[in-house]
């Protein structure tokens, strides 16, 4: 099993900038893909960005360009730039830790407003 902990959100205005962590309770160079997903109010959970064990990066067109995935030993990250309000959402971290198994974290609350 996995443990996932996720920080860095919070309350930003259009444009600014936030980090997210997500901790991993083992070797994040073990996992298949660790990957963020975001859900509004009212809305479907989406995928966000990922990457995959070998580095390759892949983001949704909404944050491409915006937001950047990155990891190290223990934890992953989402830098996120010009952010909008559309961006407004819990962000969830998402590990695989083969391609059938899967564990996600808490969620953590990014709110975009003026």
């Known amino acids: 099993q996995v443990r996932l902990m996720e920080s860095g959100g919070g309350l930003t205005q259009p444009g600014g900038s936030l980090r997210l962590s997500c901790a991993a309770s083992r070797s994040t160079l073990t996992f298949v893909a660790m990957g963020w997903y975001r859900q509004a109010p009212g809305k479907e959970r989406e995928w966000v960005a990922r990457?995959?064990?070998?580095?390759l990066t892949e983001y949704a067109d909404a944050v491409k360009g915006r937001f950047t995935i990155s990891r190290d030993r223990t934890t992953m990250y989402l830098q996120m730039d010009n952010l909008q309000p559309e961006d407004t959402a819990v962000y969830f971290c998402?590990?695989?830790?083969?391609?059938?198994?899967?564990?996600w974290g808490q969620g953590t609350q990014v709110t975009v407003s003026s």
């Open positions: 998402n590990v695989h830790v083969s391609y059938v198994v899967d564990y």
């Open positions: 990457i995959r064990s070998n580095g």
